[in-house]
């Protein structure tokens, strides 16, 4: 029998798997050129205004959760610390949970990359091994890391459940609590009241609503490091690419 594999191409080479989320329209354009656009301007722009409120609300919820000791500097009316606090919370609130939308919205009229973050190809399993290989990569267990023009395959997981899922998160449960003081009757409270008695109350959904900062927390952490890591030790550029939009490779072989 003769060995016919449909990943061989015409002319006998051997064709690579694809990796990530790349096409062959993708695959062909880093044929011939080593720089692919990938992160157009309203996803760039939307990363970096979402990372400054993201920033202004772990700090202010912070303090909200573990206030700073109240210092008499002037008469109580001219000092309103607390009250700049939570209005620096709200107003960040507000733009990351309006920035959201803007960018779910984007996922639809935008480049097939500015989807990635919203879905897991989880019955793929060649995606699977993907994300298993980079795990390696990161644990440096390979020598060799892959090439990928849009999120490797594990920060595409990351980005998925901490923050599609996680901002989901942090956008109920935070309006939920912000009900309460919009009142019996406001639309809002109508909405979120009910969630909040079934959580267990005010008291549980402040508490569940902290334990997401945390792990928003951790995931700026290992993000910022992986970002930087992966622009200093994988084929392709990091953090310019959030910046420029485009991905320039450091070397042209085909895999
Ligand atoms: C990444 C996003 C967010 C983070 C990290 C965050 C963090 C926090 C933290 C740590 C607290 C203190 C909880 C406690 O210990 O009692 C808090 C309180 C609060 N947050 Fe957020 N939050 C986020 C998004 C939001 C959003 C989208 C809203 C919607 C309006 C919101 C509304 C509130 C409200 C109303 C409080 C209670 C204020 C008070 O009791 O004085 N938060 N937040
Ligand atoms: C609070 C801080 C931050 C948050 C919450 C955050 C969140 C995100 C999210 C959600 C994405 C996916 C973008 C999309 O598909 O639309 C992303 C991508 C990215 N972020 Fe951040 N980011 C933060 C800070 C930073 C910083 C400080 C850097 C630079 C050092 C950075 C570099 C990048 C890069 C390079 C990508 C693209 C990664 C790739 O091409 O696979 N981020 N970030």
């Known amino acids: 029998m003769t060995d016919v594999s449909p990943d061989r191409g015409a002319a006998g080479g051997q064709h690579h798997p694809l990796t990530g989320d790349l096409t062959e329209e993708d695959?062909?354009?880093?044929?011939?050129?080593?720089?692919?656009?990938?992160?157009?301007?309203p996803v760039r722009l939307w990363h970096w205004i979402n990372a400054a409120a993201i920033l202004v609300l772990c700090v202010t919820g912070y303090l909200i959760g573990r206030p700073l000791p109240?210092?008499?500097?002037?008469?109580?009316?001219?000092?309103?610390?607390?009250?700049?606090i939570r209005f620096a919370h709200f107003a960040a609130a507000m733009i990351m949970t309006v920035g959201f939308f803007?960018?779910?919205?984007w996922s639809f009229v935008?480049?097939?990359?500015?989807?990635?973050?919203?879905?897991?190809?989880?019955l793929n399993?060649?995606?699977?091994?993907?994300?298993?290989?980079?795990?390696?990569?990161?644990?440096?267990l390979n020598k060799r890391p892959k090439k990928y023009v849009g999120h490797n395959p594990l920060a595409q997981v990351a980005m998925?459940?901490?923050?599609?899922?996680?901002?989901?998160?942090?956008?109920?449960?935070?309006?939920?609590?912000?009900?309460?003081?919009?009142?019996?009757?406001?639309?809002?409270?109508t909405v979120l009241?009910?969630?909040?008695?079934?959580?267990?109350?005010?008291?549980?959904?402040?508490q569940i609503h902290r334990l997401g900062m945390w792990a928003i927390v951790i995931f700026m952490i290992i993000h910022i490091?992986?970002?930087?890591?992966?622009?200093?030790?994988?084929?392709?550029?990091?953090?310019?690419?959030?910046i420029s939009g485009t991905r320039t490779f450091k070397d042209d072989d085909p895999d």
């Open 102 to 105: 803007g960018r779910i919205y």
């Open 193 to 206: 009241g009910p969630l909040r008695d079934l959580v267990g109350g005010s008291q549980t959904m402040h």
């Open 27 to 41: 695959r062909a354009t880093i044929t011939r050129n080593s720089s692919v656009y990938v992160y157009e301007a």
């Open 125 to 140: 399993r060649h995606w699977w091994a993907e994300v298993w290989d980079e795990a390696r990569w990161y644990m440096f």
């Open 70 to 84: 109240s210092v008499e500097m002037s008469e109580a009316t001219h000092q309103f610390v607390f009250g700049y």
């Open 225 to 242: 490091y992986a970002a930087i890591r992966e622009d200093i030790m994988s084929r392709q550029t990091m953090v310019s690419t959030m």
């Open 110 to 122: 935008g480049n097939h990359h500015s989807r990635q973050m919203f879905k897991l190809p989880l």
């Open 160 to 189: 998925f459940f901490f923050m599609t899922v996680g901002m989901t998160f942090m956008i109920v449960t935070g309006f939920a609590i912000y009900a309460e003081a919009e009142g019996a009757g406001s639309l809002l409270e």
